[in-house]
């Protein structure tokens, strides 16, 4: 296994990580068991980050991946989120006052069966919360020692500045993949400026750079693809020539798109840690050969080609999930 910092922190962690949602959520129907054996099979293969939050599965998640490590706890880097929170209509909205985070904490640390997150992030930025008071309440959180490390996700590059100066960013956790290179534009390289790690969510585009998605009706009612607009009619047949010319690219490599893809976000810099996510052990054990496959300077520059910047027809979320975005 090879091992990355995460900044300019003492946090060092698999160059892999595994995402955790999907062992409750957005993705099909969850299957525990299968769930709790990948998480320890990551684990036996080297993988030592761990991702979760607390609105993954409405706290199920996080009780799941606090089963499954507690008896191996000194084995992983765990990462958690809070700010995400559902309304009572049903819908999410974003929470970053002090009094939530403080409690947040207590809840996730609850669930998760420990006595600190090496990890915490912020899910979402609160336009209504000065970003002051919301790294102050989680600067405080590691004073107490219920927190190691702090991240934010999805923000804006002013509002990581801000951030950072209040108390250091460990992390940044963003969309990226080689159809969604919108980090490119700013953030990566703030993020090398000031010393930060970058975490690469939803490497394999949802499971659609995998070449497993042929068609967009065969999804079950609760997966979020249904209602994500890459996903959509005309949208999901503009999508499918770029995973074809990957498939085309694999077999030439002798390796499966999915383990090109993530050699291609592996090779983007160092200080770059995907976080592909899954709940069966065959898939984990195919993402982790990712790791056998190099790139040369030739062919990264061929992938810049074949999927340039904005190359993705559609948003990567419906549009009251992307205002919450950016921010």
């Known amino acids: 296994m090879e091992y990355r910092r995460l900044g300019q922190s003492s946090l060092v962690v698999s160059a892999l990580g595994l995402g955790c949602m999907g ?18 099979h990551a684990i036996d293969r080297g993988i030592t980050f761990l991702d979760t939050a607390d609105m993954y599965g409405a706290g199920h998640n996080e009780e799941l991946v606090g089963r499954a490590i507690e008896k191996r706890r000194n084995e992983i880097i765990l990462a958690t989120k809070f700010g995400n929170v559902r309304l009572p209509d049903g ?11 403080a409690r947040a904490c207590e809840l996730s640390l609850r669930r998760l069966r420990i006595p600190a997150i090496d990890l915490y992030y912020q899910h979402r930025v609160d336009p209504q919360v000065p970003i002051e008071e919301t790294i102050g309440a989680m600067a405080r959180l590691v004073e107490q ?10 923000a804006a590059a002013k509002t990581i500045r801000r ?9 940044l956790q963003n969309e990226y993949s080689v159809w969604t290179r919108d980090p490119e534009e700013e953030i990566l390289g ?6 930060i790690g970058f975490v690469s969510y939803s490497p394999l585009g949802r499971g659609f750079l995998t070449g497993q998605i042929k068609r967009n009706d065969a999804f079950l009612p ?20 770029l995973v074809e010319r990957i498939e085309g690219w694999a077999r030439e490599k002798g390796c499966t798109p999915a383990q090109l893809v993530l050699a291609w976000v592996l090779a983007q810099g160092k200080e770059i840690v995907p976080i592909p996510g899954t709940k069966r052990r065959t898939y984990l054990d195919e993402n982790l050969r990712a790791l056998e496959v190099e790139l040369t300077a030739a062919e990264l520059e061929r992938m810049n ?3 340039p910047r904005g190359v993705a027809a559609g948003a990567r ?3 009251v999930h992307m205002k919450r975005v950016g921010i």
């Open 305 to 307: 080609e074949m999927a």
């Open 145 to 154: 020692g219920k927190v190691r490390y702090l991240g934010m996700s999805e």
């Open 91 to 101: 819908s999410i909205g974003v929470d970053g006052r002090p009094e939530y985070v």
């Open 317 to 319: 979320y419906p549009e």
């Open 23 to 40: 062992m409750s959520q957005s993705y099909g129907t969850p299957d525990e068991a299968e769930s709790i054996a990948t998480i320890h």
């Open 222 to 241: 609760n997966d979020f693809r249904r209602v994500s607009p890459r996903f959509q009619g005309e949208n999901f047949q503009k999508n499918l020539p």
């Open 163 to 171: 951030a950072h100066a209040i108390h250091p960013i460990t992390a």
């Open 190 to 195: 703030l993020c090398r400026e000031l010393g």
